[in-house]
């Protein structure tokens, strides 16, 4: 603060701070900040926060233990504390020339359990987020079928309805880290990735309302935002364990999750489970439509590519420490981060602190399910030495998460897709952390 | 009552006569199983009870179809059964020329794509790139990378022009097809596309894709001694490999002009960012100059109702007027 003293900063700080304990809880906030800027404490506000804070730690009795707070319906729905301001996604603006056909992430550094809130799971629009009035808005199922039929939103939660916790992936997480690590925090490098229970009526429950003809052997689903959003799915993945889905983590689904309608097809390319459904067309072969032949094909480099690679193949990452997450002073901390499979359970993970010369296993901890975030744990003692630290998962099948150079060995640099290499954090000995990649 | 809930006013929203606060009280402990209060004061709807019918409530014998839903007739399916097939199937009648194309292709498309299928800016290049698919940096136009012309048809039908999808007519998709194929010299100047000879064409890359051969990586849980730490090589992100920092911070929604600033960020800015189709630049005063002298109303007007490349709201038919008209302020508010 210019022209005082520390002392006098201090002295000034705390009569501040008695002063404005009389007021309540917004008149407070409104109060100091104004009487900061009076006292030309812009610049240093972070000192003066914290002094003025400290009124409020044991042995003081703080200001909201000695006044009454809000009442009920303040926030008829409810928010995050306004101290989670930075829980947000966020998006890298270079990646496509607008919004509108454009992805953002999900801040996993801040998350815990496996949960993803419905508020902050990534976003990834072709034509833009649509506002769909739900009795306005129909699924059409027809095609290869003996009764072709259309559903509306409340007809459909009239079937048997099913509830399950399930990842969904873009394809593309991690699609810019190719050829070297370009992103500079675990938002950027796996945040295409979010987990919700999901509620629904079967897809299969629905076939069996209109009835599959025997050559029918694909479904092509469809949007109803503006990009007409479409994807083929073998008949197989429809009976096996699709969902329609209305709901996610126990509300209505989120418009920017496709409400009132999407396609889930557990374990699969995110861009498989077309939102704001509205249409489900059974034929015999696939459609090849835009977005399963320029788009989210696997480009080899013999030049030929890859089509209807649908499975998010296992895959895990250190969400703390990471680089928004740096060790603060040596200590013990818990090395957490998170592991999926598009083919079923997780059933370990080891780490590696030494960019992957020695492993140990990592144990697992809460819920183990299919096709479903699983968080696995270790407790380390950190001494200030710099760490290269790594996770490496497995699945049921006995596939075992690759690294960098086996992903590049078989795909080269430009498939785009499906990058599940082990991820490495380089720690610091200040404890910052920092993307990197071993060769 | 002090620190718990009120009884009374729960149920009745005033204070009652001790006698009935009683009843009240039993009441509302039996609040969830269904109360039923004697006071004459209060009358009791009654309730007739239909006997269930028998039958389709066995939870282990459901039948397959619930019979839930409506027949959807071929009129209905009609309008959104849009989707075309590599062999043709779903093509409606139609046709288009290389010739209409272009003048279609140069009102509607090249204000992104570019007048010769370039791409503006970060917009999707549509030609060239032939035999770069093994290359570093392959280029995957529709020329050299797409394998059905009817993804193109489709897509185009679908989703494009990018600000107003499904707006156009059979005979300009036919139309621009055909361009856009001979932009990519898959078929000649003189060629018509019609219904009956698409199914002739042949694209440049139909053989390059084959289905998913995955797993092809298989490691193995190694614990000890996997490698020589010695040797490892590290890499240090980020590296920037397009020359750009991210912009890795959500900007704070402080701005008064919040409503303004997403409309602009979400609507306008497709094309007022880079100035495709002729618009005015964002932040470019020059730009602006000739239109502010015609007046600030004249610029709403145009905002509102469209003008040349400019659809009326920018495609956002929805908007209110004040909207939009907040977004030009903010637009303004930048020069």
């Known amino acids: 603060m210019d022209g005082f003293s520390q002392k006098e900063e201090q002295r000034l700080l705390k009569t501040l701070a008695t002063e404005s304990e009389n007021l309540g809880?917004?008149?407070?906030?409104?109060?100091?900040?104004?009487?900061?800027?009076?006292?030309?404490?812009?610049?240093?506000?972070?000192?003066?926060?914290?002094?003025?804070?400290?009124?409020?730690?044991?042995?003081?009795?703080?200001?909201?233990?000695?006044?009454?707070?809000?009442?009920?319906?303040?926030?008829?729905?409810?928010?995050?504390?306004?101290?989670?301001?930075?829980?947000?996604?966020?998006?890298?603006?270079?990646?496509?020339?607008?919004?509108?056909?454009?992805?953002?992430?999900?801040?996993l550094h801040k998350l815990k359990g496996i949960i993803t809130p419905n508020g902050l799971a990534f976003e990834r629009y072709h034509g833009g987020l649509p506002n769909i009035n739900p009795d306005e808005h129909r699924l059409i199922i027809h095609g290869l079928v003996e009764r072709p039929l259309i559903f509306t939103m409340e007809e459909l939660k009239r079937f048997p309805s099913v509830s399950e916790i399930k990842f969904l992936e873009c394809p593309a997480n991690g699609g810019m880290e190719w050829k070297a690590p370009q992103m500079e925090g675990l938002q950027f490098t796996h945040g295409m990735l979010s987990c919700c229970e999901w509620t629904g009526v079967r897809l299969s429950t629905l076939l069996d309302a209109v009835g599959v003809k025997p050559e029918g052997k694909w479904i092509l689903a469809e949007g109803a935002d503006g990009s007409g959003m479409t994807r083929s799915i073998p008949m197989e993945k429809a009976l096996d364990d699709a969902?329609?889905?209305?709901?996610?983590?126990?509300?209505?689904?989120?418009?920017?999750?496709?409400?009132?309608?999407?396609?889930?097809?557990?374990?699969?390319?995110?861009?498989?489970?077309?939102?704001?459904?509205?249409?489900?067309?059974?034929?015999?072969?696939?459609?090849?439509?835009?977005?399963?032949?320029?788009?989210?094909?696997?480009?080899?480099?013999?030049?030929?590519?890859?089509?209807?690679?649908?499975?998010?193949?296992?895959?895990?990452?250190?969400?703390?420490?990471?680089?928004?997450?740096?060790f603060k002073g040596k200590g013990w901390y818990e090395i957490e981060g998170i592991a999926w499979?598009?083919?079923?359970?997780?059933?370990?993970?080891?780490?590696?602190?030494?960019?992957?010369?020695?492993?140990?296993?990592?144990?697992?901890?809460?819920?183990?399910?299919?096709?479903?975030?699983?968080?696995?744990?270790?407790?380390?003692?950190?001494?200030?030495e710099p760490l290269l630290l790594q996770s490496r998962a497995w699945d049921e099948t006995g596939y075992v998460q690759p690294t960098f150079k086996q992903l590049r060995a078989e795909r080269g640099g430009n498939s785009i897709y499906h990058k599940n290499a082990i991820h490495t954090w380089k720690v610091h000995s200040n404890g910052s952390v920092q993307n990197a990649q071993l060769s | 009552m002090h620190n718990s809930l009120n009884v009374n006013a729960l149920i009745n929203g005033r204070l009652l006569s001790m006698r009935t606060f009683k009843i009240t009280i039993v009441c509302f402990a039996g609040f969830l199983v269904g109360c039923q209060q004697s006071d004459q004061s209060i009358e009791t709807p009654k309730e007739t009870v239909t006997k269930v019918a028998d039958g389709a409530t066995?939870?282990?014998?459901?039948?397959?179809?619930?019979?839930?839903?409506?027949?959807?007739?071929?009129?209905?399916?009609?309008?959104?059964?849009?989707?075309?097939?590599?062999?043709g199937l779903g093509l409606p009648e139609g046709s288009g020329s290389v010739e209409d194309g272009e003048s279609i292709y140069e009102d509607k498309c090249a204000m992104c794509h570019g007048s010769f299928g370039e791409g503006e800016d970060q917009w999707p290049k549509l030609t060239?790139?032939?035999?770069?698919?093994?290359?570093?940096?392959?280029?995957?136009?529709?020329?050299?990378?797409?394998?059905?012309?009817?993804?193109?048809?489709?897509?185009?039908?679908?989703?494009?022009?990018?600000?107003?999808?499904?707006?156009?007519?059979?005979?300009?998709?036919?139309?621009?097809?055909?361009?856009?194929?001979?932009?990519?010299?898959?078929?000649?100047?003189?060629?018509?596309?019609?219904?009956?000879?698409?199914?002739?064409?042949?694209?440049?890359?139909?053989?390059?894709?084959?289905?998913?051969?995955?797993?092809?990586?298989?490691?193995?849980?190694?614990?000890?001694?996997?490698?020589?730490?010695?040797?490892?090589?590290?890499?240090?992100?980020?590296?920037?490999?397009?020359?750009?920092?991210?912009?890795?911070?959500?900007?704070?929604?402080?701005?008064?002009?919040?409503?303004?600033?997403?409309?602009?960020?979400?609507?306008?800015?497709?094309?007022?960012?880079?100035?495709?189709?002729?618009?005015?630049?964002?932040?470019?005063?020059?730009?602006?100059?000739?239109?502010?002298?015609?007046?600030?109303?004249?610029?709403?007007?145009n905002a509102l109702n469209g003008l040349n490349g400019m659809p009326a709201k920018g495609g956002r038919a929805d908007l209110s007027d004040d909207t939009v008209k907040a977004a030009v302020d903010f637009m303004l508010s930048k020069l």
């Open chain 1, 25 to 107: 809880l917004v008149e407070r906030r409104s109060f100091l900040k104004n009487a900061l800027v009076m006292v030309g404490a812009g610049a240093t506000i972070t000192p003066a926060g914290a002094a003025l804070a400290s009124s409020n730690l044991p042995p003081s009795v703080p200001s909201w233990s000695r006044q009454l707070g809000e009442g009920v319906l303040t926030n008829p729905y409810g928010l995050p504390s306004e101290y989670e301001k930075d829980t947000i996604r966020r998006t890298v603006d270079w990646l496509t020339p607008d919004r509108i056909s454009s992805i953002s992430m999900t801040p």
């Open chain 1, 243 to 326: 969902i329609v889905v209305y709901a996610q983590n126990g509300e209505a689904l989120r418009r920017e999750q496709g409400y009132p309608i999407r396609l889930m097809n557990p374990g699969w390319e995110g861009n498989t489970c077309i939102k704001w459904l509205r249409r489900l067309e059974i034929g015999d072969k696939p459609w090849y439509q835009r977005e399963e032949t320029s788009k989210y094909t696997d480009l080899m480099p013999d030049g030929r590519a890859r089509k209807f690679s649908f499975v998010q193949e296992c895959n895990s990452v250190i969400t703390s420490p990471s680089p928004e997450v740096p």
């Open chain 1, 341 to 384: 499979s598009g083919k079923g359970k997780i059933k370990g993970v080891d780490i590696s602190l030494d960019g992957g010369v020695t492993w140990r296993p990592a144990p697992l901890k809460g819920m183990i399910i299919s096709k479903c975030l699983t968080r696995f744990s270790y407790m380390y003692q950190w001494q200030g």
């Open chain 2, 58 to 87: 066995s939870q282990t014998d459901l039948p397959k179809n619930f019979s839930i839903g409506h027949q959807a007739t071929s009129d209905v399916i009609a309008g959104w059964d849009i989707d075309v097939r590599p062999d």
């Open chain 2, 128 to 301: 060239g790139g032939a035999g770069s698919l093994t290359e570093a940096r392959p280029e995957k136009s529709i020329g050299s990378f797409w394998p059905y012309a009817s993804t193109l048809w489709d897509y185009i039908n679908r989703a494009m022009p990018f600000p107003a999808p499904q707006s156009l007519e059979p005979d300009e998709v036919y139309a621009i097809t055909a361009y856009v194929l001979n932009m990519n010299e898959i078929v000649d100047d003189d060629f018509v596309l019609t219904r009956e000879n698409f199914a002739s064409i042949e694209m440049p890359n139909k053989d390059g894709f084959y289905i998913d051969d995955r797993p092809d990586t298989k490691n193995t849980r190694c614990m000890k001694n996997c490698k020589d730490g010695s040797k490892i090589n590290i890499v240090l992100g980020p590296v920037y490999s397009l020359g750009k920092k991210a912009d890795t911070v959500a900007e704070e929604k402080t701005d008064e002009n919040d409503l303004a600033k997403t409309t602009y960020e979400s609507v306008c800015q497709v094309c007022h960012a880079s100035g495709v189709a002729n618009a005015p630049k964002m932040g470019v005063a020059e730009d602006w100059t000739a239109r502010l002298e015609r007046g600030k109303d004249s610029i709403y007007s």
